[in-house]
């Protein structure tokens, strides 16, 4: 469904850190798992490897959760499982895959974890005068708060706004999660709603976004953006 709509804009502080360069690490194996295990994957990697770090959780205890942006990101890219990291959480990811991963079980499911692929580079987060147009896919971005106000606004121009102002929030919080500084008036424009649907998510139904957008950033294809970005909801992918 194509959906025109004004332009949501923001203006920061000026910065000298306009552009962050952040250090990542893509593995896709060579199994396939339905989006609604990926949690599950999570959970039996976490058991296996999580004493290293918090950054394989974002727990503290059983009960404690730290809310921050995620550097470990488990989710299906190129329809196969895969797990990207980021910043400081690449070294932790490096002496697993050191030590070698060959599989593990959950439940019913035994994945052979062997690599598809593997991708290690650099990521370059910047400010650009380029319209830049991007695919987010199964994005979680209603709240409680701002659900009850999608469904109460009559216009698709009401609603389209409110996704604008999320989506604007989203990448601001990746930003400050990941120390990127953006020094200059930025915006975001959706262009489209491609698929509105119903996801199960802990036990909870919540509705998910396919869309497209623009903006004048430049952000890294494969990111996650919004709520449970750490298990493959809100991916991003470049449309080029």
Same mark, same amino acid.
């Given at each position: 469904?194509?959906?025109?709509?004004?332009?949501?804009?923001?203006?920061?502080?000026?910065?000298?850190?306009?552009?962050?360069?952040?250090?990542?690490?893509? $593995?896709?194996?060579?199994?396939?798992?339905?989006?609604?295990?990926?949690?599950?994957?999570?959970?039996?990697?976490?058991?296996?490897?999580?004493?290293?770090?918090? $950054?394989?959780?974002?727990?503290?205890?059983?009960?404690?959760?730290?809310? %921050?942006?995620?550097?470990?990101?488990?989710?299906?890219?190129?329809?196969?499982?895969?797990?990207?990291?980021?910043?400081?959480?690449?070294?932790?990811?490096?002496?697993?895959?050191?030590?070698?991963?060959?599989?593990?079980?959950?439940?019913?499911?035994?994945?052979?974890?062997?690599?598809?692929? @593997?991708?290690? +580079?650099?990521?370059? @987060?910047? +400010?650009?005068?380029?319209?830049?147009?991007? %695919? *987010?896919?199964?994005?979680?971005?209603?709240?409680?708060?701002?659900?009850? *106000?999608?469904?109460?606004?009559?216009?698709?121009?009401? %609603?389209?706004?409110? *996704?604008? #102002?999320?989506?604007?929030?989203?990448?601001?919080?990746?930003?400050?999660?990941?120390?990127?500084?953006?020094?200059?008036?930025?915006?975001?424009?959706?262009?489209?709603?491609?698929?509105?649907?119903? *996801?199960?998510? #802990?036990?909870?139904?919540?509705?998910?976004?396919?869309?497209?957008?623009?903006?004048?950033?430049? =952000?890294?294809?494969?990111? +996650?953006?919004?709520?449970?970005?750490?298990? +493959?909801?809100?991916? =991003?992918?470049?449309?080029?």
């Amino acid at each position: 469904m194509k959906l025109l709509t004004d332009t949501f804009k923001g203006n920061y502080e000026k910065s000298e850190k306009l552009n962050k360069e952040i250090t990542y690490s893509l $593995l896709n194996f060579n199994v396939s798992l339905a989006f609604a295990d990926v949690i599950h994957f999570r959970k039996v990697f976490t058991r296996a490897y999580g004493e290293r770090s918090d $950054l394989f959780h974002n727990h503290q205890s059983h009960d404690a959760v730290i809310y %921050r942006y995620p550097l470990l990101q488990y989710k299906i890219y190129n329809s196969r499982l895969a797990i990207l990291a980021l910043a400081e959480a690449v070294g932790f990811l490096d002496e697993i895959l050191e030590k070698g991963i060959d599989s593990l079980e959950m439940g019913q499911i035994k994945g052979d974890l062997s690599l598809h692929s @593997f991708k290690k +580079g650099v990521f370059n @987060f910047k +400010g650009s005068n380029a319209v830049n147009q991007y %695919r *987010l896919s199964d994005w979680l971005a209603l709240n409680t708060k701002n659900y009850k *106000l999608f469904q109460e606004s009559i216009f698709m121009e009401e %609603r389209v706004a409110i *996704l604008n #102002k999320v989506l604007m929030g989203n990448i601001l919080s990746a930003a400050k999660g990941l120390d990127w500084h953006i020094g200059k008036e930025i915006w975001v424009d959706i262009h489209a709603i491609e698929k509105a649907c119903w *996801l199960k998510h #802990k036990a909870h139904k919540m509705q998910a976004f396919d869309i497209v957008f623009a903006t004048n950033l430049k =952000l890294p294809a494969a990111i +996650g953006l919004g709520k449970s970005s750490s298990v +493959g909801f809100g991916t =991003l992918s470049e449309i080029l």
